[in-house]
């Protein structure tokens, strides 16, 4: 991933802006969004290794060296990291409650039976349950009590 900046660093003055900007879509802006989910939940030291990556991208493909990370950002449109990851995980969640996910997910992420009493939006998915004997332990991903969370959040605002 260090080295797509780089390659697009090379062609910045054989290439235009317009033809940059659409390597940068095409190529670079997927590969921070693959895994999403995932790698939300690294360290803060990682999360900030990528923004920075991104930052150097935006500024090599705009050919910008004094403009904010924000401004860089509001030229091609697009908006941060983090932000693009929320709304990833806010889709996954959303698809699984839907019953669009693959089942591996749909098993991680399930709609609580509200039964008699009606939830009113709030605390709509449960965890699965956890088995801790080691002869017949499940794990589950570190996301799935995030992606719960995040999701409650935004349904009560």
């Known amino acids: 991933m260090n080295k797509l900046p780089q390659v697009i660093k090379r062609f910045k003055r054989l290439v235009s ?27 803060a030291r990682s999360k900030d290794k990528l ?18 990370y924000e401004e860089l950002l509001r030229k091609l449109h697009t908006v941060a990291l983090e932000q693009t990851r929320i709304q990833n995980m806010s889709v996954t969640v959303y698809k699984c ?10 098993t991680y992420l399930q709609a609580r039976d509200a039964g008699f ?7 709509k998915l449960k965890p699965p349950a956890v088995r801790t004997r080691a ?14 969370c995040l999701w ?3 349904l009560l605002n």
């Open 51 to 68: 923004e920075q990556l991104n930052k150097e991208a935006l500024r090599v493909v705009l050919d910008d060296q004094s403009s904010t």
């Open 117 to 123: 009493y009606g939830l009113r939006g709030y605390a």
């Open 17 to 43: 802006r317009k033809t940059r900007q659409r390597l940068y879509n095409t190529f670079i802006q997927p590969a921070f969004q693959y895994c999403s989910d995932v790698w939300h939940h690294c360290s």
């Open 152 to 154: 409650d959040c935004v």
């Open 135 to 148: 002869s017949c332990s499940t794990t589950r991903p570190r996301w799935v009590k995030r992606n719960i």
């Open 97 to 106: 409650l839907q019953g669009a996910a693959p089942s591996y997910l749909r």
